[in-house]
Nanobody, 122 residues
Framework: QVQLVESGGGLVQPGGSLRLSCAAP????????MGWYRQPPGKQRDLVAV???????YYAASVKGRFTISREYAKNTVYLQMNSLKPEDTAVYHC????????????????WGQGTQVTVSS
């Protein structure tokens, strides 16, 4: 079973920043679209950001201008830099890998991680 491993979550005050990381096997990372989705407590999951192998990016309207997705091929890692965090950003954040570029969240992706908790609170 392919594993995507997220890290970098935690507790941060409103207005603060966090950087999430997601490591993937090289065979997956080099050929798949990578992205992040989140699931707030008691709510449905939301797509956060997507990046293609060529570096094309998509952001949900709620995070555009605050979050940045990037991928580092030397480390087979995708990042989500989150700035100006708000309490409504509180959620479990999951990274995923998928063959197809989509701008709407799916119930299932080709591969996904267990998630990392992000809590924004004073």
């Amino acid at each position: 079973q392919v594993q995507l491993v997220e890290s970098g979550g935690g507790l941060v005050q409103p207005g603060g920043s966090l950087r999430l990381s997601c490591a993937a096997p090289g065979s997956i990372f080099s050929t798949y679209v990578m992205g992040w989705y989140r699931q707030p407590p008691g709510k449905q999951r939301d797509l956060v950001a997507v990046i293609t192998t060529g570096g094309y990016t998509y952001y949900a309207a709620s995070v555009k201008g605050r979050f940045t997705i990037s991928r580092e091929y030397a480390k087979n890692t995708v990042y989500l830099q989150m700035n100006s965090l708000k309490p409504e950003d509180t959620a479990v954040y999951h990274c995923y890998a998928d063959r197809v570029y989509r701008t709407s969240v799916r119930d299932n992706y080709d591969y996904w991680g267990q998630g990392t908790q992000v809590t924004v609170s004073s």
